[in-house]
């Protein structure tokens, strides 16, 4: 039935639309012409009560003939500040923003979803919602806002997907239980007392201290968690000093905490700032400190996750399905599937024979496009089987 409703029509409206929004990508909270095109599309196809949640979101209402259940499926609509280099016919006409992340397939699915589902109102039983999210890649994010205005009121589950372009194409990556870590950041500013280089024994050395403070960080993870729990503790910034001679005043870091457990998410703020602590007021200096949570983790309703693995085998057979490892990598998708259960899946989208093998943010990133009318597919499935 799904192969028969996914015709040669809808397989051009997809890469057509992604087409489209790949030439005019948008920042993240800036997706004026994108979600105003979204919206444009969505109300040409009828049965659809379309609306805006927040100023750049848009979310589409399908209700069925009969009573039952009310499914929300989500895709991202913004792109990144990278100046692409790709040089197909479509490439981004935005100098310095391009959809580096596959965020231009995401909202071409399920545009496509959503009009051949409309055509099948008759046969819907419940509600579907089309959730396009804007501002995914930056915190604090569109899936909060859009959760703030009430999209996910009276909702039963919720999917979303991301095309990945290192899985082979035809593949379909699934993950029970914890499938994407918090993202939290932290901010350190050691102070100390800057002087000459010549003379370090006058000065507290803010370059020195802060450079313990790196290696101790590490210890949070090796010597105090579970090795058995998740956990990265990254230093990604460090900046001190503007003269070979000149010992600073001080130094300011940043970096990132990755967690799944929530008592762990507690304690590593409260862990960094005794190791920050110590190391100052040990070598005579101060310390100014920030930590602020992000994302929550993305946990996978182990139900919902197994319906989408029999959807998968159902379409494409045992072969195309993976069990997808969890990653460090953080996604407000969590906004929703803390309101309601959910699942999150991986759509292979890579191509060595085509050449599309560059990772995610990657000037010359790309998708296959023979990806996106089967993530088509999966969508329609998907929903019938969870609505039945």
Same mark, same amino acid.
């Given at each position: 039935?799904?192969?028969?409703?996914?015709?040669?029509?809808?397989?051009?409206?997809?890469?057509?639309?992604?087409?489209?929004?790949?030439?005019?990508?948008?920042?993240?909270?800036?997706?004026?012409?994108?979600?105003?095109?979204?919206?444009?599309?969505?109300?040409?196809?009828?049965?659809?009560? &379309?609306?805006?949640?927040?100023?750049?979101?848009?979310?589409?209402?399908?209700?069925?003939?009969?009573?039952?259940? &009310?499914?929300?499926?989500?895709?991202?609509?913004?792109?990144?500040?990278?100046?692409?280099?790709?040089?197909?016919?479509?490439?981004?006409?935005?100098?310095?923003?391009?959809?580096?992340?596959?965020?231009?397939?995401?909202?071409?699915?399920?545009?496509?979803?959503?009009?051949?589902?409309?055509?099948?109102?008759?046969?819907?039983?419940?509600?579907?919602?089309?959730?396009?999210?804007?501002?995914?890649?930056?915190?604090?994010?569109?899936?909060?806002?859009?959760?703030?205005?009430?999209?996910?009121?009276?909702?039963?589950?919720?999917? /979303?997907?991301? $095309?990945?372009?290192?899985?082979?194409?035809?593949?379909?990556?699934?993950?029970?239980?914890?499938?994407?870590?918090?993202?939290?950041?932290?901010?350190?500013?050691?102070? /100390?007392?800057?002087?000459?280089?010549?003379?370090?024994?006058?000065?507290?050395?803010?370059?020195?201290?802060?450079?313990?403070?790196?290696?101790?960080?590490?210890?949070?993870?090796?010597?105090?968690?579970?090795?058995?729990?998740?956990?990265?503790?990254?230093?990604?910034?460090?900046?001190?000093?503007?003269?070979?001679?000149?010992?600073?005043?001080?130094?300011?870091?940043?970096?990132?905490?990755?967690?799944?457990?929530?008592?762990?998410?507690?304690?590593?703020?409260?862990?960094?700032?005794?190791?920050?602590?110590?190391?100052?007021?040990?070598?005579?200096?101060?310390?100014?400190?920030?930590?602020?949570? /992000?994302?929550?983790? &993305?946990?996978?309703?182990?139900?919902?996750?197994?319906?989408?693995?029999?959807?998968?085998?159902?379409?494409?057979?045992?072969?195309? $399905?993976? $069990?997808?490892?969890?990653?460090?990598?953080?996604?407000?998708?969590?906004?929703?599937?803390?309101?309601?259960?959910?699942?999150?899946?991986?759509?292979?989208?890579?191509?060595?024979?085509?050449?599309?093998?560059?990772?995610?943010?990657?000037?010359?990133?790309?998708?296959?496009?023979?990806?996106?009318?089967?993530?088509?597919?999966?969508?329609?499935?998907?929903?019938?089987?969870?609505?039945?």
């Amino acid at each position: 039935m799904v192969n028969e409703v996914v015709t040669e029509q809808i397989k051009e409206d997809v890469i057509k639309w992604r087409r489209y929004l790949h030439q005019h990508p948008e920042l993240s909270f800036q997706e004026d012409e994108t979600s105003n095109f979204v919206y444009d599309t969505l109300c040409s196809f009828g049965n659809l009560a &379309v609306s805006r949640p927040t100023r750049t979101s848009v979310m589409a209402r399908l209700i069925g003939r009969t009573p039952g259940k &009310v499914l929300a499926i989500r895709a991202d609509m913004d792109a990144l500040p990278i100046q692409e280099e790709n040089t197909f016919e479509y490439v981004s006409q935005k100098p310095g923003v391009m959809h580096a992340c596959g965020h231009d397939g995401h909202t071409a699915m399920l545009l496509a979803a959503a009009k051949v589902l409309s055509g099948m109102q008759d046969t819907i039983k419940g509600e579907v919602r089309f959730l396009f999210q804007h501002a995914e890649e930056l915190f604090p994010g569109g899936a909060k806002e859009m959760v703030e205005a009430g999209v996910m009121d009276g909702v039963d589950m919720v999917l /979303g997907a991301h $095309l990945l372009s290192t899985m082979e194409i035809g593949k379909y990556g699934i993950t029970y239980g914890a499938m994407m870590a918090a993202p939290d950041t932290f901010e350190i500013t050691v102070c /100390g007392q800057g002087g000459h280089a010549a003379h370090p024994h006058k000065v507290a050395d803010s370059v020195a201290i802060a450079a313990q403070l790196v290696s101790n960080i590490q210890h949070i993870v090796s010597r105090n968690t579970d090795p058995l729990e998740n956990l990265v503790v990254s230093v990604t910034q460090f900046i001190a000093g503007t003269a070979h001679n000149v010992i600073p005043e001080s130094v300011y870091m940043c970096g990132t905490v990755r967690s799944f457990d929530p008592m762990i998410r507690k304690t590593v703020p409260q862990l960094l700032e005794r190791v920050t602590r110590g190391i100052t007021e040990a070598h005579g200096a101060t310390y100014e400190f920030k930590y602020e949570n /992000g994302y929550s983790p &993305v946990i996978n309703d182990d139900k919902i996750t197994a319906q989408l693995e029999e959807s998968i085998i159902d379409l494409f057979g045992q072969s195309a $399905l993976e $069990l997808f490892t969890p990653c460090m990598g953080g996604e407000d998708f969590s906004a929703y599937v803390d309101k309601a259960p959910g699942t999150y899946i991986i759509i292979g989208a890579g191509n060595p024979d085509k050449g599309i093998t560059y990772e995610h943010h990657h000037p010359k990133f790309t998708v296959d496009e023979d990806a996106l009318p089967n993530g088509v597919k999966l969508f329609v499935h998907s929903a019938l089987k969870l609505l039945a």
